[in-house]
Nanobody, 124 residues
Framework: QVQLVESGGGLVQAGGSLRLSCAASLRAFAGYNMGWFRQVPGKEREIVGGISRGGGSTYYADSVKGRFTVSRDNARSTVSLQMDSLKPEDTAVYYC?????????????????WGQGTQVTVSS
């Protein structure tokens, strides 16, 4: 059974940092591109960042470039999202997701597996 389990969410003040982790019980984890998405009520789920299967290529939404960093450890089947200089508008439920294929997808429908999400709240 495939499982993606996020952890590390919480409440932080603006300007602070959080590190989200996602543990995957995926067969051949290194064969999946991994993405981080976020969603607020009433809005569509949007990509935050992603990382290719080998970790050599990353993608970031313009809104988080220079503040967020995606990394992965294929030996441990984990992917992380380091979030620095957090802003109140970063408040959302954050999800990790896994996708087959050759490139990091940027749209939710191109992902095959999802975690349950973890809440991140940034206070002003």
């Amino acid at each position: 059974q495939v499982q993606l389990v996020e952890s590390g969410g919480g409440l932080v003040q603006a300007g602070g940092s959080l590190r989200l982790s996602c543990a995957a019980s995926l067969r051949a984890f290194a064969g999946y591109n991994m993405g981080w998405f976020r969603q607020v009520p009433g809005k569509e789920r949007e990509i935050v960042g992603g990382i290719s299967r080998g970790g050599g290529s990353t993608y970031y939404a313009d809104s988080v470039k220079g503040r967020f960093t995606v990394s992965r450890d294929n030996a441990r089947s984990t992917v992380s999202l380091q979030m620095d200089s957090l802003k109140p508008e970063d408040t959302a439920v954050y999800y990790c997701a896994a996708a087959r294929g050759f490139r990091v997808p940027t749209t939710p429908e191109d992902y095959d597996y999802w975690g349950q999400g973890t809440q991140v709240t940034v206070s002003s």
